[in-house]
Structures are given as structure tokens and as C-alpha cells.
């Protein structure tokens, strides 16, 4: 899709868990001076380097507060000059932190900030309400653009996750929002992708509520990965298993 107010600069950090790299995004209405960058990623002085060519930077936002999103926020933070703002103010610099359903005027936009827990208690979605025909989000984490996210527990939540993503499904009502992932492609579909995902996720707790019945209800987390997450690739098995401990946190519940 063409988004006239975005530019992705996609950081060199691939691998199992960040897919093709961080994407960094750079917001600016046509004509705008200044602008927005969301996530600078990892310490990388190339990528860095390709962000602030885009600059000036007025606003640093940070989905959430993960290595691979963060690491560079001290660093760019001060070559800008701009105030980074997130949830959390542990990762707040010369700014105050957002929160939800808060609209920040800037870069000749107006985003919004919706606070979109679950992935990480700090996650956090960006809300383009007038980008393309109807709208776009970038997500962060919180929606990939290929395979589904992990739940951080125990920083992460299940139960917070699911109420994340029925929030939003409802912003694909009337037309396809489209969605701006931290990693992978872009989808055209918000609604469509949040339906998928908490399908995914029922089918999940389907699985570990069967391994609970065949195994014993006091089952360790490892014990639940090896049948649910069986065929898991060994470099990603930490991810696997923080899941598990979030689905098993919130059946126990």
C-alpha cells in the first residue's frame, strides 16, 4: 500500500525472533519539516544514519521497551536532540510519558496513542486515523507482519493480549485498516489479522488445557512446552516457553 506520511527504514538486525530486522518508522505529513521516529531499533550507527537523513527529528515514540526497539534510544536521542517518549518512563527522555488514547499533534500529523498491553505490559500501538483510505496502526510487537508474537510473561500477559487485540479488531470497522508491524511485511487487514491471532490463541489454550489433562493440572512449564511447542526451533524455546507460562497463568487464574 502507498502511505505518503510513512517511511520504513528497516534496521540489519535479522533473525529468529526479529524476522527481516527492527522496522524503524519515519512520520511526516507531505510537506511537513520535521518528523516522528517510532522505534530506532538497535545500536547500529548505518541505521542510525539512515533515520536522522530524515530528520529533523521533532518526536522519538517506543512501542515497547525490548532490546531490539530500544537499544538505541540514548544514541539517537542525543544526536536528534528529540524528546522520546513511551508507557513506561523508565524510557521517557526530556518528555513525559503518554498514555492511552492520548493525540499528539507533530510532523504535521495527528497520531494517536493506543495503549495496547499484553506483549509486553509497556506495548503501545500508533493510530494513523487519516493514512490511506481507512487508516493504518503501527503495532509494534503487538501484531507482526508474519507468524504470531510471543507473550513476555512474566513482564507480558495473556489475559491483557487478548483484550489488546479485540480493541483492536474494532479499529477495522467500517474498512481494512492497515497494519505497520515492528517486524515483517505490512498487512492490509487489521481486523482480519486480530481475528487470526485470538483464533491462534484459543487453539493454544485448547492445546495446553490437553496437555494439563494428560499430564496433571500442577504440570511445569517445561513439561507443557515439550508437547505444545514440540517442534519448536531450539534457538526460539525461551519464547515458547514464556508463553506457555503466560497460558498456563491465565487457565490458573
Known amino acids: 500500500m502507498e502511505?505518503?506520511?510513512v517511511a520504513l527504514v528497516r534496521a540489519p538486525n535479522p533473525g529468529p525472533m526479529t524476522l527481516d530486522g527492527t522496522n524503524s518508522y519515519v512520520l511526516r505529513a507531505p510537506g511537513a519539516s520535521g518528523c516522528v521516529v517510532v522505534d530506532p531499533g538497535p545500536l547500529d550507527d548505518a541505521h542510525l544514519d539512515?533515520?536522522?537523513?530524515?530528520?529533523p527529528v521533532e518526536l522519538i515514540l517506543l512501542t515497547h521497551h525490548h532490546h531490539d526497539h530500544s537499544d538505541a534510544i540514548d544514541a539517537f536521542h542525543t544526536r536528534t536532540g528529540a524528546p522520546v517518549r513511551a508507557i513506561d518512563p523508565t524510557w521517557c527522555r526530556d518528555a513525559s510519558p503518554v498514555v492511552d488514547g492520548e493525540r499528539i499533534a507533530v510532523a504535521g500529523l495527528e497520531v494517536e496513542i493506543l495503549a495496547t498491553p499484553g506483549h509486553t505490559a509497556d506495548s503501545l500501538c500508533?493510530?494513523?486515523?487519516?493514512?490511506?483510505?481507512h487508516g493504518a496502526v503501527l503495532t509494534g510487537d503487538t501484531?507482526?507482519?508474519s507468524g504470531t508474537t510471543i507473550i513476555a510473561d512474566p513482564d507480558g500477559a495473556l489475559g491483557p493480549y487478548l483484550d489488546s487485540l479485540a480493541r483492536l479488531r474494532e479499529l477495522g470497522t467500517p474498512g481494512p485498516v492497515a497494519v505497520l508491524p515492528g517486524h515483517g511485511p505490512e498487512l492490509p487487514d487489521l481486523r482480519a489479522i486480530c481475528e487470526a491471532y485470538l483464533a491462534h490463541r484459543e487453539e493454544r489454550l485448547d492445546q495446553v488445557r490437553a496437555a494439563?489433562?494428560?499430564i496433571g493440572p500442577d504440570a511445569s512449564t517445561e513439561a507443557v512446552t515439550d508437547i505444545v511447542y514440540g517442534d519448536v526451533d531450539p534457538a526460539v524455546r525461551f519464547a515458547a516457553e514464556a508463553s506457555v507460562r503466560?497460558?498456563?497463568?491465565?487457565?490458573r487464574a
Open 3 to 5: 502511505h505518503p506520511s
Open 50 to 55: 539512515a533515520l536522522a537523513a530524515h530528520g
Open 126 to 133: 500508533v493510530l494513523l486515523a487519516d493514512e490511506g483510505e
Open 143 to 145: 501484531v507482526l507482519g
Open 212 to 214: 494439563l489433562a494428560a
Open 246 to 251: 503466560a497460558q498456563l497463568a491465565y487457565l
